[in-house]
């Protein structure tokens, strides 16, 4: 094989493997984040333990009912169970016995349980939906870094593109004899300054895709692709922080499972009192025996399916009771209760505070975004003009490089400068409308 041949192919494999990367979209890297995020599958046993503890709460109304068995050797003297004689013999016996009890009255301590549990069992639901959220957001923020960063690199290549140009300008004026030596250093200075920053900004970008990938837990890559052209963000000039805050209060997990954590709490302090409450239950059972000692007038022993019959004894009843005295426990039980009601409504009020806080501050950054998106774009629009002019005065000596150099860096700053504020105000619109109940996510 030719080395032209080699060459060739060598570089159609590449492109064939370029081409081959998938190319990510925001959405489906959060829905692949969420999927393998072990936080949120950590979250989601929490919510099948409590809907465990639910359906045991509803079962716990069930009767309960319990069997026992024991089976007994005597040696030496001992009472005979059968006759209470005692005997110098060594003998066995076994006894049999079922019993249940059904609670008929508990301070309705059962239902407000039930309640309870149901509940939290809601709260945790929306705990696993705001731990998705909260990815989500982690991997919007790593998304539009990388975009950001993307922005960087096309940049600095289109600065050291110029550099490049000059240096070959000045190269040939030099050759030309129309331009001195120095003036070749000084373009040969800007360009290994523009080679640094296009490494930089190139290092920053890999480390900027190394956090996306760790953030969707994307295993054997060190590389991600993302897609070229993202929508364009429809800017909300007049958000009313009223009406926004009663769009998230609505929805807003976090606040929602506090909220089933009040309910919660309420209904655990009720079922609380009801231990201040006489309880009623209803009882029954069934026993049996079996005697060695247990014989007919003949001196055998009796068999044991015999016996198994004959020594049987069946009960059932009623039971009360009322709580007079126990060192006062119930009635702190019941006052620390209260004050866990308590601390879950406070703790409502701070998930509320703080979500206000949050969407005031998205409120006030989007008016200044927009403000400042706007003079950055106007800014860029003079920058460049200024160095198209400066770059033509350059061409025909009327300026040195050192001041076409600080014009090329105004440019390239006001085109970051553009770049950044862009992306911010994209990904508070795009916050914004979140919390207008928008689906951005499209997280069920």
């Known amino acids: 094989m030719s080395l032209k041949t080699y060459i060739t192919t060598l570089l159609l494999f590449a492109s064939l493997i370029g081409f081959s990367q998938e190319v990510w979209t925001l959405e489906e890297c959060v829905d692949y984040a969420i999927e393998h995020n072990l936080q949120v599958k950590n979250t989601s046993f929490s919510n099948e333990s409590s809907r465990e503890s639910y359906r045991q709460s509803i079962r716990d109304l069930l009767p309960s009912?319990?069997?026992?068995?024991?089976?007994?050797?005597?040696?030496?003297?001992?009472a005979d169970p059968q006759t209470n004689d005692?005997?110098?013999?060594?003998?066995?016996?076994?006894n049999y016995s079922l019993n249940a009890n059904l609670d008929l009255f508990r301070g309705f301590q059962k239902l407000n349980t039930i309640r309870a549990s149901k509940f939290i069992y809601k709260a945790t639901q929306?705990?696993?939906?705001?731990?998705?959220?909260?990815?989500?957001?982690?991997?919007?923020?790593?998304?539009?870094?990388?975009?950001?960063?993307?922005?960087?690199?096309?940049?600095?290549?289109?600065?050291?593109?110029?550099?490049?140009?000059?240096?070959?300008?000045?190269?040939?004026?030099?050759?030309?004899?129309?331009?001195?030596?120095?003036?070749?250093?000084e373009a040969e200075s800007n360009l290994l300054g523009d080679k640094l920053l296009l490494t930089q900004n190139r290092n920053l970008l890999t480390n900027a895709k190394l956090i996306l990938i760790q953030e969707m837990n994307l295993t054997e890559v060190s590389d991600i692709k993302l897609q070229e052209n993202l929508e364009q963000a429809s800017v909300n000039e007049n958000v009313a922080l009223d009406s926004l805050y009663q769009s998230a209060r609505g929805f807003v997990p976090l606040v929602k499972s506090q909220e089933y954590r009040v309910t919660a709490?309420?209904?655990?302090?009720?079922?609380?009192?009801?231990?201040?409450?006489?309880?009623?239950?209803?009882?029954?059972g069934y026993g049996t025996s079996y005697f060695e000692t247990n014989v007919d007038e003949n001196g055998n022993v009796i068999p044991f399916k015999t016996q198994f019959n004959d020594n049987s004894s069946k009960f059932v009843?009623?039971?009360?009771?009322?709580?007079?005295?126990?060192?006062?426990?119930?009635?702190?039980?019941?006052?620390?209760?209260?004050?866990?009601?308590?601390?879950?409504?406070?703790?409502?009020?701070?998930?509320?505070?703080?979500?206000?806080?949050?969407?005031?501050?998205?409120?006030?950054?989007n008016r200044a975004l927009i403000a400042e998106y706007e003079q950055s774009t106007k800014k860029v629009e003079a920058q460049q003009l200024a160095f198209t002019i400066a770059q033509k005065r350059y061409e025909k000596g009327l300026i040195n490089a050192l001041e076409l150099f600080q014009a090329k860096n105004l440019y390239g700053v006001a085109q970051n400068e553009n770049l950044q504020v862009g992306l911010r105000l994209k990904v508070n619109q795009s916050t914004i409308d979140f919390y207008n109940g928008l689906p951005i996510f499209n997280i069920n």
Do not use: C
């Open 65 to 78: 009912v319990n069997g026992s068995t024991n089976y007994t050797i005597r040696y030496g003297r001992s």
């Open 86 to 94: 005692y005997v110098n013999s060594d003998f066995f016996s076994n």
């Open 126 to 185: 929306e705990d696993i939906l705001q731990e998705k959220f909260l990815l989500a957001f982690r991997v919007m923020s790593a998304f539009y870094d990388i975009k950001f960063y993307e922005g960087l690199v096309a940049n600095s290549l289109e600065q050291l593109e110029i550099s490049q140009g000059n240096y070959d300008l000045v190269e040939k004026q030099v050759e030309l004899g129309l331009m001195a030596g120095a003036d070749l250093y």
């Open 265 to 284: 709490a309420k209904k655990q302090l009720q079922a609380t009192r009801g231990t201040l409450f006489p309880s009623l239950s209803l009882v029954a």
């Open 317 to 365: 009843g009623a039971q009360l009771n009322i709580p007079i005295s126990n060192g006062w426990a119930n009635h702190s039980q019941v006052k620390q209760q209260k004050i866990a009601h308590m601390q879950a409504k406070n703790n409502l009020e701070i998930q509320e505070q703080e979500l206000f806080k949050l969407l005031q501050q998205l409120v006030q950054d």
